[in-house]
C-alpha cells in the first residue's frame, strides 16, 4: 500500500462530524482485542490506559513469552467527532532460550465517529492506525504497517451491549493484509461491574484462519478511573495461545 494514500485516507477520517460526547470513563472503553470501542473521546478531553500482561504461544516446537511491562494507550479527543492516539510499550520477549527487553513498535492512529446509534443501525466509527518499524528487532514491522477498522456497538438492553470490528491489517512485511474479525456480548451486572466474552479472528488467503476469545471484567471504580482484566485463549490449535491483561483506565480531564 502506498504511504500516500493512507495519509490521504487519514485526511478524509479527520474531516467527518456528528454529534457530542459525556464525560464517563466507561464511555470510552471497549472491547480488549482492540483497545478502544467505537465512541470517541470528547474534544479537549484526554485519557491513559496503561496495563500489564503477557502472551504465551509455540509454533513449530518453539515456545515464544512475550511480557508487556507496560503498555500505555494516550488517547486525546480532537474534535467532537476524532480523537487521535498513540501506543507504546516496554516488552520483555524470550524465545529458544534467550531473552530481550526493551520499547516495542509504536503505533499513532485516529478514530472517528460516523455515525450515532438509531434502533437497529450501531453507532459507527472508522479507525486508522499505523505500526511503525522501530523498537525491539523482534517485535518490530520490516515497514510501516497499517490497519483500516469499522467498529461498531449495540445497546441491547440496560445490561445486555453488543460491539463487532471488521478490519484489514498488515503486518510491515507481507503485501497481503490480514482479514479481521470480531464480536463481544457484553453483560453488566450493575453500572459500574460488568463481563465481557469476545471472540477474534484473522484470516490471510492460503493460510490457516486464527481463531481467539477473551474473558474480561470492568471495575468502574470512580467516573475518571476503570479497572479493567482478562484472559485470553487461542482457539485454532487449544494449549499453544494464552496470556492474560490486566489494566487501569484514566479519563483526566
Not at 87 to 96: D, I, R, T
Not at 174 to 197: D, E, R
Amino acid at each position: 500500500m502506498k504511504h500516500k494514500s493512507f495519509l490521504i485516507l487519514l485526511l478524509l477520517l479527520l474531516s467527518m462530524q456528528t454529534f457530542g460526547q459525556s464525560d464517563d470513563v466507561g464511555n470510552y472503553t471497549g472491547g480488549f482485542s482492540v483497545g478502544t470501542g467505537p465512541e470517541v473521546m470528547p474534544k479537549g478531553k484526554w485519557m491513559l490506559e496503561t496495563s500489564v500482561g503477557s502472551e504465551f504461544t509455540k509454533e513449530m516446537d518453539i515456545k515464544k513469552d512475550i511480557w508487556s511491562l507496560n503498555t500505555s494507550l494516550i488517547r486525546y479527543g480532537l474534535t467532537k467527532t476524532t480523537e487521535v492516539f498513540t501506543q507504546v510499550e516496554l516488552v520483555s520477549y524470550k524465545a529458544a532460550g534467550e531473552t530481550t527487553t526493551g520499547f516495542g513498535p509504536v503505533m499513532v492512529g485516529t478514530l472517528v465517529r460516523v455515525c450515532e446509534e438509531q434502533g437497529i443501525v450501531p453507532l459507527t466509527s472508522l479507525t486508522a492506525r499505523v505500526i511503525l518499524p522501530v523498537g525491539l528487532k523482534v517485535k518490530r514491522p520490516d515497514d510501516i504497517a497499517p490497519a483500516f477498522h469499522a467498529l461498531f456497538a449495540h445497546t441491547l438492553s440496560s445490561h445486555w451491549g453488543l460491539s463487532y470490528d471488521l478490519g484489514l491489517d498488515w503486518d510491515g512485511i507481507s503485501a497481503k493484509p490480514l482479514t479481521f474479525t470480531a464480536a463481544s456480548l457484553t453483560y453488566n451486572f450493575s453500572p459500574s461491574v460488568g463481563v465481557t466474552l469476545e471472540n477474534y479472528n484473522n484470516f490471510r488467503k492460503h493460510q490457516s484462519p486464527d481463531f481467539n476469545m477473551d474473558l474480561g471484567c470492568k471495575w468502574i471504580i470512580s467516573r475518571k478511573v476503570m479497572f479493567s482484566a482478562m484472559g485470553q485463549m487461542g482457539l485454532s490449535s487449544i494449549g499453544d495461545k494464552w496470556g492474560f491483561i490486566a489494566g487501569i483506565s484514566w479519563l483526566i480531564n
